[in-house]
Every structure is written in structure tokens, then in C-alpha cells.
């Protein structure tokens, strides 16, 4: 038998030198609730849960999304109650996506002081300076277009004819995330997670972010974010469906898995502090791969289609909600995943503090 110190002998064993049944028999370690929690490898808590919020302009709005039951778009004069239900359950971030009054060409609310993101931030950290705050960064919901940057187009200021008509041009849009990012950070922002697949924008961010003195603010990547049809009801949540064509060209092709190891690399070579695969459910594999390919902290994203998925099953009886939910999110958990951004968060910590 070949023997290698540590804990994972029984692994390293060839097969077939291990005692088998019936002396050993797994079911004994099934046999009562208690004995299960004992030897369990995946406990989920409150404390691994980032809720995504859909802030939006307005005042005295809590809109009702209608693809994904139980979530709203809130005014920023809604947030204070919201927010303090949210701390109350445990739950440590909040992530936060902005529905601005006007969109244009340039996405320029997303940078705009008065913005409807960081006016949200400075309203939460009034009320709960200590939870987490993660501005999600992109240009999708402020864009006119509905694309995640500055897309070149005949007749705009910026277009430039080398480029192809249509093409998300990278090197401008990076300029505008490490604007946006600063006022962000400056409303209060403690993780800036930029979210459109951009080239370079985990350097640019933590640049714009160093020049002007927000060096303890931390960079959340989303280093493997796939082109997903489980986008969805965020499109809706987010009011940032694409005008025209899709996100294929700066979002990951569901059918790559080493592609993810590349972005990964990118993104810490260029200074992420937490990475993020999403959506999660269908890209355990991925999770898994970049959970040993780095030792950073990592998150995965349950996107709005999981969620849906379930509502709507659970809804036609056709399956338990509450037992479904958990046993992905602790799937996801178990895949590899520190965090979890999910927007069953809030009833999850409600069903682990009911001892589920
Ligand atoms: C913005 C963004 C999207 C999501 C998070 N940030 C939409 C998209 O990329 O089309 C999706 C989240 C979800 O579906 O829950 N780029």
C-alpha cells in the first residue's frame, strides 16, 4: 500500500486494498440526523451570501420584478428598511445594480455623482456603515443600447473607422469604468465588481482607483462570465436587455473551460482581490477548475435564471422550494465557491436559522 503522510491516505490507496463491504458499510453514517451533520463537508451559512439589489430612480418604489418572485426594484428612499431587514438575517454584502432615470450613448450616469448607484451606497453605509457594499460595474443598464460599453457606431463623437461598426471598443470603455469606479468608491463603495468582460479592466479599475488614493477599496472580478441565456429576468430586473445583437463578443462561450483559467490568470496578474465564475448551477465544472487553479477568495453568481427556474417549478408544485434552493446553493458551495451572490439569500438565511 502506497503511504503518504497527511489526512488523505485513504485516498492515495489503490483501489481494491481498502476494506470493503460488508465490512464497510457508508449507511452507518446516515443513520440519524445528528451523525449526518457530524460528518457533513459543506455547512452553508448566512455569512457566505452577497444579496443583489436593483436600486432605481423614483421615490416611494418598491416594483415588483415579474420573473423573479420576491425581488424588487426600490427607490433609494426605500432602502433603509430593506437594508436593515438584511443585516438583521446576518447577511454580510449586498451587491447593487442601477436603473438611472435617463440612458445614453456614453452610459454617463454611471459616473455621475448624483447617479442613482451612488446615492443608494451613501444612503446604505448611513444606515449600516458595516455591511459590505459591492457596486456592480458596467455600462449595460446606462448605456441607451443596452451594451456593456462604448460601442463604435457611424455618426458618433467617438467612432473610429479601423474598427469594425459595432464593436464594444475596449480601450475607451476601460477609461469610463475607472471613472465610474472612483465615484463609486468616493460614495463609499467597499468592492468595485466589474462585470462586462473588458479586457484589461481589473488593471484599469485598480489604476483609476490607486490615483486617487482609494487604495483600500478591493477589485471583485468577474473573471469567467459566460454569454448565458440564464441572464434573462436580470435584463428585465435591470431594464438592460442588448438593442441589438447579443454579448458574444466580450462574454465567454459557454462550450470553453480552459478559456476561464486564461481570463483568471489575466485578472490576478492585473490585481483582483476576489474572483467570480457565473453563472454557477451549469458551470460547476468551471468553479471547481478555477477553485484549484487560485487561491484567491472566490465567489459564483446564482444567476436570476437559476432562480427563476426554481420559482417557477416550485410554483407548479413540481418541486420543493426551500429543499431545491439549498441543495444548490450548497452544490455551488461544495464546487468550490467562498460566496455566493443569490438572490435567495435573504429566505435561505431565514431557512438555515429554522435549522434546515
Ligand atoms: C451586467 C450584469 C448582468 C448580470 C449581472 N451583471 C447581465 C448581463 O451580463 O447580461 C446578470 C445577473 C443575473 O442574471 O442575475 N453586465
Redesign the pocket.
Same mark, same amino acid.
Given at each position: 500500500m502506497m503511504r503518504i503522510h497527511g489526512e488523505h491516505d485513504v485516498e492515495r490507496t489503490p483501489a481494491g486494498s481498502m476494506a470493503g463491504f460488508p465490512t464497510m458499510r457508508p449507511r452507518r453514517l446516515r443513520l440519524n440526523a445528528n451523525l449526518r451533520r457530524m460528518v457533513r463537508e459543506t455547512v452553508l451559512s448566512p455569512s457566505a451570501f452577497i444579496y443583489?439589489l436593483f436600486v432605481r430612480h423614483g421615490r416611494g418604489l418598491q416594483q415588483p420584478i415579474g420573473s423573479m418572485p420576491g425581488q424588487f426594484q426600490w427607490s433609494v428612499d426605500r432602502l433603509p428598511a430593506e437594508i436593515r431587514h438584511i443585516v438583521a438575517l446576518g447577511i454580510p454584502a449586498v451587491i447593487l /445594480?442601477g436603473i438611472p432615470e435617463s440612458k445614453d450613448a456614453l452610459g454617463s450616469d454611471n459616473y455621475n455623482p448624483d447617479g442613482v448607484v451612488p446615492r443608494a451606497i451613501r444612503t446604505i453605509k448611513d444606515v449600516a456603515p458595516e455591511l459590505v457594499v459591492i457596486s456592480?460595474m458596467?455600462f449595460?443598464?446606462y448605456t441607451d443600447h443596452g451594451h456593456?460599453g462604448l460601442i463604435n457606431l457611424p455618426g458618433a463623437a467617438y467612432y473610429t473607422p479601423h474598427l469594425p461598426d459595432g464593436y464594444l471598443i475596449n480601450d475607451l470603455t476601460l477609461d469610463l469604468l475607472g471613472q465610474a469606479s472612483v465615484v463609486h468608491a468616493e460614495a463609499g463603495a467597499d468592492i468595485i465588481a466589474p462585470? +462586462?468582460m473588458i479586457d484589461g479592466m481589473v488593471g484599469a479599475i485598480r489604476r483609476a482607483l490607486d490615483a486617487s488614493h482609494l487604495e483600500q477599496v478591493a477589485i471583485l472580478s $468577474?473573471a469567467a462570465?459566460y454569454a448565458s441565456g /440564464?441572464?434573462?429576468?436580470?435584463?428585465e =430586473? =435591470?431594464e438592460?436587455p442588448p438593442q441589438f445583437g447579443d454579448?458574444s463578443q466580450y462574454?465567454m462561450d459557454p462550450a470553453n473551460r480552459r478559456e476561464a483559467l486564461k481570463e483568471v490568470a489575466l485578472d490576478i496578474a492585473e490585481g483582483a482581490d476576489l474572483l467570480m465564475v457565473?453563472?454557477a448551477l451549469p458551470y460547476l465544472d468551471v468553479l471547481s477548475a478555477v477553485r484549484q487553479s487560485s487561491n484567491l477568495p472566490l465567489a459564483a $453568481?446564482q444567476?436570476? +435564471?437559476e432562480?427563476a427556474m426554481l420559482h417557477a417549478a416550485a410554483a407548479n408544485g413540481w418541486l420543493d422550494l426551500q429543499r431545491c434552493a439549498l441543495e444548490a446553493l450548497t452544490s455551488i458551495k461544495r464546487a468550490g465557491a467562498d460566496m455566493i451572490l443569490t $438572490?435567495f439569500a435573504k429566505e435561505a438565511a431565514e431557512w438555515l436559522d429554522g435549522g434546515a
Open positions: 443583489p /445594480f456592480d458596467c449595460c443598464e456593456c462585470s +462586462g $468577474y462570465k /440564464f441572464y434573462g429576468p436580470f435584463r =430586473a =435591470a438592460s454579448r462574454q457565473k453563472p $453568481y444567476v436570476s +435564471g432562480y $438572490y
